[in-house]
């Protein structure tokens, strides 16, 4: 009893603690009153190419213009924005995360990113959306303006949907709803606790006839009549099989990987495989049935002790020289902040600069399925952008000045900054 007790009272401390903040969440920004003109910046376009001091311009959330000053030609009535000296890139995307889904990990009921039951393509993550997060902003601060928000756990977890990161609820929030299915894939081992090893999962048999009763039950409910009861589950499969949604496989080992893809080709899908650690041993398979990667390893150790220690830094290059369609991620939801730098640390080990620009930007957005409206600065699409002082892939000079979201001016300001100021003037003053 006084276990309980004690458990009650420091969850009411935690959430006490985290409402009493809940004023460090900035006011969303209205919508785009005036045109504006971005110049002299280093735009990086977010499909491979740079224009070096360029000239930037947006209206009505839509940009109208980009080019640089060679251009001659006057932007009368624009807001002069001066981005001498500074960067300018597309909105960084960040897919496969749970930002807004979770808030304290400890604190069951800040945490809705996963359901109960195994089986669960009609759970919808953008209902549970949470507008109010105290850690999307500091996100946002790092470049990254647009999220997949997915859900997580059982077999078949749901679906994600892209939600812009400044809003007052999930309905202003939403940008592509319920576009994709994910599926978690049955791994082949499990480890054995007791013994400290690997070893074969003795329901993995069962675990494939299982997915593939209810993928040929799903594909059977569409073609029976139109009278028939409605089965939630099996409606919310529907979006597969006609194309308005896509399949996302979760997985990293490179058998699964292929076992996935051929298990969705037998029902006429295209997979997209979210993880993909292994994605280096099968470049010909991944490239031969074109299948995208969206790569979440980059900060990690290698997988196996025969590795080389630097793997996964070089994974991102060794996906690029291959042909792959691929992006980065960084999974769950405050590591979002370190999205940029995944990129950074690519470059390292030997990825073309633009190339991991790109790999935030207008790849995620084509594998997302929103590349004709965002993720690259071009005419025409969304004013989804931002001004960097220095290198937005380098923690040490990312430093954002100004961020649009469809051409609003968004806050900047967020928790660790307010604290930050806080303590900084604490201390000044004695």
């Given at each position: 009893?006084?276990?309980?007790?004690?458990?009650?009272?420091?969850?009411?401390?935690?959430?006490?603690?985290?409402?009493?903040?809940?004023?460090?969440?900035?006011?969303?920004?209205?919508?785009?009153?005036?045109?504006?003109?971005?110049?002299?910046?280093?735009?990086?376009?977010?499909?491979?190419?740079?224009?070096?001091?360029?000239?930037?311009?947006?209206?009505?959330?839509?940009?109208?213009?980009?080019?640089?000053?060679?251009?001659?030609?006057?932007?009368?009535?624009?807001?002069?924005?001066?981005?001498?000296?500074?960067?300018?890139?597309?909105?960084?995307?960040?897919?496969?995360?749970?930002?807004?889904?979770?808030?304290?990990?400890?604190?069951?009921?800040?945490?809705?990113?996963?359901?109960?039951?195994?089986?669960?393509?009609?759970?919808?993550?953008?209902?549970?959306?949470?507008?109010?997060?105290?850690?999307?902003?500091?996100?946002?601060?790092?470049?990254?303006?647009?999220?997949?928000?997915?859900?997580?756990?059982?077999?078949?977890?749901?679906?994600?949907?892209?939600?812009?990161?400044?809003?007052?609820?999930?309905?202003?929030?939403?940008?592509?709803?319920?576009f994709a299915i994910h599926l978690n894939w049955p791994n082949a081992t499990r480890w054995n606790w007791q013994e400290s090893r690997t070893e074969k999962?003795?329901?993995?048999?069962?675990?494939?006839?299982?997915?593939?009763?209810?993928?040929?039950?799903?594909?059977?409910?569409?073609?029976?009549?139109?009278?028939?009861?409605?089965?939630?589950?099996?409606?919310?499969?529907?979006?597969?099989?006609?194309?308005?949604?896509?399949?996302?496989?979760?997985?990293?080992?490179?058998?699964?990987?292929?076992?996935?893809?051929?298990?969705?080709?037998?029902?006429?899908?295209?997979?997209?495989?979210?993880?993909?650690?292994?994605?280096?041993?099968?470049?010909?398979?991944?490239?031969?049935?074109?299948?995208?990667?969206?790569?979440?390893?980059?900060?990690?150790?290698?997988?196996?002790?025969?590795?080389?220690?630097?793997?996964?830094?070089?994974?991102?290059?060794?996906?690029?020289?291959?042909?792959?369609?691929?992006?980065?991620?960084?999974?769950?939801?405050?590591?979002?902040?370190?999205?940029?730098?995944?990129?950074?640390?690519?470059?390292?080990?030997?990825?073309?600069?633009?190339?991991?620009?790109?790999?935030?930007?207008?790849?995620?957005?084509?594998?997302?399925?929103?590349?004709?409206?965002?993720?690259?600065?071009?005419?025409?699409?969304?004013?989804?952008?931002?001004?960097?002082?220095?290198?937005?892939?380098?923690?040490?000079?990312?430093?954002?000045?100004?961020?649009?979201?469809?051409?609003?001016?968004?806050?900047?300001?967020?928790?660790?900054?307010?604290?930050?100021?806080?303590?900084?003037?604490?201390?000044?003053?004695?």
């Open positions: 009893m006084k276990l309980m007790q004690f458990i009650w009272v420091s969850a009411f401390i935690v959430l006490t603690h985290y409402l009493s903040f809940s004023q460090s969440v900035p006011v969303p920004a209205p919508v785009q009153a005036q045109p504006i003109l971005i110049t002299n910046a280093t735009a990086h376009l977010g499909n491979g190419q740079v224009i070096e001091n360029s000239y930037v311009a947006f209206e009505q959330g839509k940009i109208t213009f980009v080019g640089n000053m060679a251009a001659g030609r006057g932007f009368p009535g624009h807001l002069i924005i001066d981005g001498t000296g500074k960067h300018l890139y597309p909105g960084f995307i960040a897919p496969d995360t749970e930002l807004g889904l979770q808030e304290i990990s400890a604190v069951r009921a800040t945490a809705d990113a996963d359901e109960i039951g195994t089986l669960n393509p009609n759970i919808r993550s953008i209902i549970a959306y949470n507008t109010d997060s105290e850690v999307t902003p500091t996100v946002r601060s790092m470049g990254v303006l647009l999220a997949e928000v997915t859900p997580s756990g059982g077999r078949i977890s749901g679906q994600s949907s892209i939600v812009h990161l400044d809003a007052w609820n999930w309905e202003d929030a939403a940008y592509a709803t319920d999962n003795a329901e993995y048999a069962n675990q494939l006839r299982e997915l593939d009763d209810f993928f040929q039950q799903a594909l059977a409910y569409g073609q029976s009549p139109a009278t028939k009861a409605k089965n939630l589950k099996l409606e919310a499969m529907q979006g597969l099989f006609d194309g308005t949604k896509k399949l996302f496989i979760h997985t990293n080992a490179a058998p699964a990987m292929q076992e996935g893809v051929l298990f969705a080709e037998r029902f006429q899908l295209k997979a997209t495989i979210i993880g993909g650690y292994d994605a280096w041993l099968v470049t010909d398979f991944l490239r031969e049935h074109n299948v995208p990667v969206v790569f979440t390893s980059t900060h990690q150790l290698p997988s196996r002790e025969d590795e080389d220690i630097d793997q996964p830094f070089k994974t991102p290059t060794i996906l690029h020289k291959a042909g792959i369609k691929w992006c980065f991620a960084h999974g769950g939801f405050w590591q979002q902040r370190n999205l940029p730098f995944q990129a950074g640390q690519a470059v390292g080990y030997g990825l073309p600069y633009e190339e991991a620009v790109r790999a935030l930007t207008g790849s995620t957005a084509d594998i997302l399925g929103i590349s004709k409206t965002v993720g690259t600065i071009e005419v025409g699409k969304d004013a989804t952008l931002f001004i960097s002082e220095g290198d937005a892939l380098d923690m040490r000079s990312c430093k954002l000045t100004r961020a649009f979201i469809q051409g609003r001016d968004i806050d900047l300001n967020n928790k660790q900054e307010m604290l930050y100021r806080r303590y900084q003037a604490k201390y000044k003053s004695r």
